[in-house]
């Protein structure tokens, strides 16, 4: 049994990105923890009435937390930083927050955005990749965040990964590219357990078109982008050879 940690900005992101990944993983008696870095709470709510911004931080934890139960996530990490203005956290905050995470789950392999943020190429989404790539190499240096080695102990997950997708058609709305796939994993029986993770996500119901073009194919995509090597090109597994 393995153990993967997944890192993002916001609630949703571990769905549209990896959710079928999670669902089969989880399925197998694998652990999965997640570190959410905003509450999301500056979106719009999809007709859910929503007086604040406070409010709608609430509404997306509850929904995150749903979500996280369909996909068998075992933990949930939020220390509910804003929407929208990740990169103005003090980096070595935030990259000391996923050390603490990386240190306390110990997962086999990380998983992140990669550095151009997912098709949307969200600001969040590039700080978030920026901050977790530093927290992988970070976590298990005794000398790195040493005030943290009271409550848990350094640990270097074997692979860091990052979403990652084939070019996009011509006509495609999202026109941005990734670095290039290296792990494809067969995710078609996970697909209603995604969708079922999305729509526990109501406030992001407005999204379900993009959600449903671009994220429920018969793989999703990673791209291996730290760590020891795959034992061959393109693995269908962040954990073959591990
Ligand atoms: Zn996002």
């Known amino acids: 049994m393995y153990r993967l940690g997944c ?3 916001h609630p949703d992101d571990e769905t549209f990105v990896a959710g ?8 197998a008696g694998n652990r999965v923890d997640l570190f959410c870095a905003t509450d999301g709470d500056a979106g719009k709510s ?3 009435p929503v007086s604040s911004r406070a409010e709608m931080g609430a509404l997306r934890r509850a929904e995150l937390t749903t979500a996280s139960h369909v996909l068998g996530i075992a933990s949930l990490s939020t220390p509910g930083h804003g929407d929208g203005v990740l990169k103005e ?5 935030l990259i000391g927050e996923i050390v603490y995470f990386v240190r306390q789950h110990r997962p086999d392999v990380l998983l992140t955005f990669g550095p151009e943020g997912a098709p949307t190429q969200h ?3 590039r700080a978030i990749s920026r901050a ?3 927290a992988f190499f970070l976590a298990g240096l005794e000398s ?6 009271r409550e848990v102990q350094p640990h270097s997950a074997a692979r860091l990964y990052y979403a990652a997708w084939d070019a996009p058609a011509a006509d495609a709305e ?3 590219l990734s670095v290039p796939v290296s792990c494809r994993v067969p995710v078609t029986e996970h697909l209603a357990t995604k969708r079922d993770a999305f729509l526990a996500h109501a406030s992001q119901r407005q999204h379900e078109k993009r959600f449903m073009e671009l994220t429920m194919g018969p793989a999703e995509r990673f791209a291996l982008a730290a760590g020891m090597p795959q034992p061959r090109p393109v693995t269908e597994s962040f954990f073959e050879g591990l």
């Open 7 to 9: 890192v993002f900005a």
């Open 20 to 27: 079928a990944t999670i669902a089969k993983l989880t399925a």
């Open 46 to 48: 999809s007709g859910i």
């Open 89 to 93: 956290v003090d980096p070595d905050r």
């Open 123 to 125: 600001r969040d989404h």
């Open 132 to 134: 977790a790539t530093a």
């Open 144 to 149: 790195e965040y040493a005030d943290q080695l």
């Open 174 to 176: 999202l026109k941005a």
